[in-house]
């Protein structure tokens, strides 16, 4: 059983930046799939993008593409969402996620909120 932690998150001016931290527990994540998540107040959840156990990353969402970056560090069993340039539309609650062995994300943390004032 993964258990995943979300921090990082807090209150930012436009323009600023912000990186987000998801601690895995349980076992090693290092052979995961991970993902992060973001879901705005009264929209749908959005895949914002992920990372291969190899390191490689895609940030899947237009909206955030040259501004968001994903990275993982295996010794910390940790993955990371970097965040620049922020706009008060990435306003969110974001989560990250894990899968291995199949296409769907198995494990979820609660999230952690960023607002981002503009």
């Known amino acids: 059983q993964v258990q995943l932690v979300e921090s990082g998150g807090g209150l930012v001016q436009a323009g600023g930046s912000l990186r987000l931290s998801c601690v895995a527990s349980g076992r090693t994540v290092s052979s995961d799939t991970m993902a992060w998540f973001r879901q705005a107040p009264g929209k749908e959840r959005e895949f914002v993008g992920s990372i291969r156990a190899s390191g490689a990353s895609t940030v899947a969402a237009d909206s955030v593409k040259g501004r968001f970056s994903i990275s993982r560090d295996n010794a910390k069993n940790t993955v990371y969402l970097q965040m620049n340039s922020l706009k008060p539309e990435d306003t969110a609650v974001y989560s990250c996620?894990?899968?291995?062995?199949?296409?769907?994300?198995?494990?979820w943390g609660q999230g952690t909120q960023v607002t981002v004032s503009s």
């Open positions: 996620a894990g899968s291995f062995g199949t296409s769907r994300y198995t494990y």
